[in-house]
T-cell receptor
Framework: GENVEQHPSTLSVQEGDSAVIKCTYS??????FPWYKQELGKGPQLIID?????GEKKDQRIAVTLNKTAKHFSLHITETQPEDSAVYFC???????FGAGTRLTVKP | SQTIHQWPATLVQPVGSPLSLECTVE??????LYWYRQAAGRGLQLLFY??????ISSEVPQNLSASRPQDRQFILSSKKLLLSDSGFYLC????????????FGPGTRLTVL
């Protein structure tokens, strides 16, 4: 099955700065790569996703880039705000394996 | 529109007691269904997934089992709970193919005492 690694495990940025979280995957057949945001006590919410026929996708302050050759994809958050503070997860594979998560803290 | 339900929302059970958590999806047909467990402050561990009625793939050897008696119903069970079964249990569904987006239910927080 798929193996997904996510870095960093924790990330602290100042409000207004950018944040980048990276994931690598092992199965070259994977073709769908979502990112989820999880707030305390709630289930993960999809924030953006990308499919293997696209290299980059953007939605306002959030973007995801995919490098299929290197088998990695990254989440980029620009102009971070305190409400962006949460745990972020990436996933890949037909059986939807998740990375270990990144706890993002945005300091006002 | 599609909706996913999980119940109960919270559950406190003694060690050795049985467990049954239910997940149902509305507004779609033949979804892929998933059970995940999340320990406090940790990532999501895939427990089971199902691509159709009666088809269950187990990812982790444990005292849990899953069943899919109907197309949009996924049940997580245990005959005897362990302390280590405590956690946040999440059900998710996905259509697959070009759609592929996976959606999560609200979760069940299980505490085994």
């Amino acid at each position: 099955g798929e193996n997904v690694e996510q870095h960093p495990s924790t990330l602290s940025v100042q409000e207004g700065d950018s944040a980048v979280i990276k994931c690598t995957y092992s199965d070259s057949a994977s073709n769908y790569f979502p990112w989820y945001k999880q707030e305390l006590g709630k289930g993960p919410q999809l924030i953006i996703d990308i499919r293997s026929n696209v290299g980059e996708k953007k939605d306002q302050r959030i973007a995801v880039t995919l490098n299929k050759t290197a088998k990695h994809f990254s989440l980029h958050i620009t102009e971070t705000q305190p409400e962006d503070s949460a745990v972020y997860f990436c996933a890949a594979g037909d059986d939807m394996r998740f990375g270990a998560g990144t706890r993002l803290t945005v300091k006002p | 529109s599609q909706t996913i339900h999980q119940w109960p929302a919270t559950l406190v059970q003694p060690v050795g007691s049985p467990l049954s958590l239910e997940c149902t999806v509305e507004g779609t047909s033949n979804p892929n269904l998933y059970w995940y467990r999340q320990a406090a402050g940790r990532g999501l561990q895939l427990l089971f997934y199902s691509v159709g009625i009666g088809q269950i793939s187990s990812e982790v050897p444990q005292n849990l089992s899953a069943s899919r008696p109907q197309d949009r119903q996924f049940i997580l069970s245990s005959k005897k709970l362990l302390l280590s079964d405590s956690g946040f249990y999440l059900c998710a569904w996905r259509l697959g193919g070009d759609t592929d987006t996976q959606y999560f239910g609200p979760g069940t927080r299980l505490t085994v005492l």
